[in-house]
């Protein structure tokens, strides 16, 4: 506390340290004309007295208010709530602060409503989670309703991506510094993603140099960017071996259409491999294909996508496909700072490879064990 028992003020670590108030001002804000040694004194002074600097002063001095606005989809799923997380401990290591509002969709009117309430607070730059594609055609998704289950089957070259929250995303991205995580790298807005279909590529290729014939496919929705990467992914694989490529079964990321595909998958009797979008599904096929009379993996090898705390716990354990997500908010809120400190307009692409973790979901097919 100051020597009236307020919070310590900028003119307190200036009588302490010995230095004008104007000198603690510019290393407040890290203005280049200060001395190092000066420097180290200022900031020492600081942290004896406790001071912490005025937010709204400091924007008044930079013309920034040091907090960054996140569009993000609503919902609890695993991977943008993972990116979201990564991006806001990024933020708060490079002392930011976050302010985040949540989306139901990217159509052009809900990314304006969305930056307005940001704009509002006073934000220095935008990091758009930016999973949906802005309209998908599934004109030639067919019902497979059963008894059993409600699975889908998706006629993926029916499926096709507009460009209104491309749109919509550079027209904000005209207005200030912003980042889209899982956009389009179109549009002259800078990206950061994961490669989706390289690691759909990876599981895929694992399975088949196990020795399975096929590899089926339960896809996440396909106006997902990582729905529709990681189906590309899993039939470019196929399609590079000469393999069978069975339509994909359709899901919603959750455990539920998981286990409403693989009551469809159990009663396949040539099923001996399934690549699933994510690992939330690929605990439903576990259970159907269970339930089913299928062991895992001595009759159906199963590989799931995200690596999510409980997939080693799984039963058996699932060989899945990690995303980096730290990484993903390290280099998201890098680009982002890039545009803040320069001014300079956006545009880089920042792809970050998955990577495989093998456990005990997969073997060789029935015939080669």
């Known amino acids: 506390m100051g020597a009236s028992g307020r919070p310590p003020a900028l003119t307190d670590v200036a ?3 010995g230095v004008s108030h104007q000198t603690v001002s510019r290393v407040v804000n890290n203005h280049p004309g200060v001395r190092p040694r ?4 200022v900031l020492a002074g600081m942290r004896e007295l406790g001071y912490r600097p005025n937010p709204a ?3 008044l001095a930079t013309g920034r208010t040091r ?3 996140v569009l993000a989809p609503a919902g609890t799923l695993y991977g943008p709530t993972s990116t979201l997380y990564a991006v806001e401990q990024a933020a708060r290591e490079a002392d930011y602060q976050v302010t ?6 990217l159509d052009p009117e809900a990314v ?10 006073g934000i220095d730059g935008v990091v758009a989670v930016a999973p949906l594609l802005d309209t998908a055609d599934t004109a030639g998704v067919a019902d497979t309703t059963g008894a059993a289950d409600t699975a889908r089957v998706i006629d993926t070259a029916s499926v096709t991506g507009a460009t209104g929250a491309t749109d919509a995303l550079a027209a904000v991205a005209a207005r200030l510094p912003l980042v889209a995580v899982e956009g389009r790298p179109d549009g002259g807005i800078a990206t950061v993603s994961v490669d989706q279909e390289h690691g759909a590529r990876i599981a895929t290729e694992h399975l088949l140099a196990a020795g399975h014939r096929t590899v089926w496919h339960v896809a996440g929705p396909p106006d997902w960017y990582e729905g529709a990467g990681r189906i590309a992914g899993w039939r470019a694989a196929l399609e590079s071996a000469g393999a ?12 539920r259409a998981g286990f409403a595909a693989g009551c469809r998958l159990a009663r396949e009797p040539d099923l001996t491999a399934v690549f699933v979008a994510n690992d939330q599904m690929a605990l439903g096929v576990l259970r159907a294909l269970r339930e089913g009379g299928r062991r895992v993996p001595e009759d159906v090898s199963v590989v799931g996508f995200d690596d999510i705390p409980e997939a080693e716990f799984f039963s058996p354990p699932l060989t899945t496909v990690r995303q980096d997500f730290a990484e993903v908010g390290r280099q998201s809120l890098r680009s982002l700072l890039e545009q803040v400190e320069t001014g300079a307009p956006g545009g880089t ?12 979901s997969t073997a060789p097919p029935p015939a080669l064990s």
């Open 67 to 69: 907090t960054l606005g």
């Open 15 to 17: 009588r302490l340290v």
């Open 57 to 59: 002063a400091r924007a």
């Open 38 to 41: 000066t420097r180290e004194r």
């Open 244 to 255: 069978d490529v069975h339509p994909p079964l359709a899901g919603d990321w959750t455990a």
């Open 100 to 105: 985040v509002v949540s989306l139901h969709s």
């Open 349 to 360: 692409h920042v792809v970050i490879p998955p990577e495989l973790v093998l456990r005990r």
């Open 112 to 121: 304006r409503q969305a930056v307005g309430r940001l704009l509002a607070g």
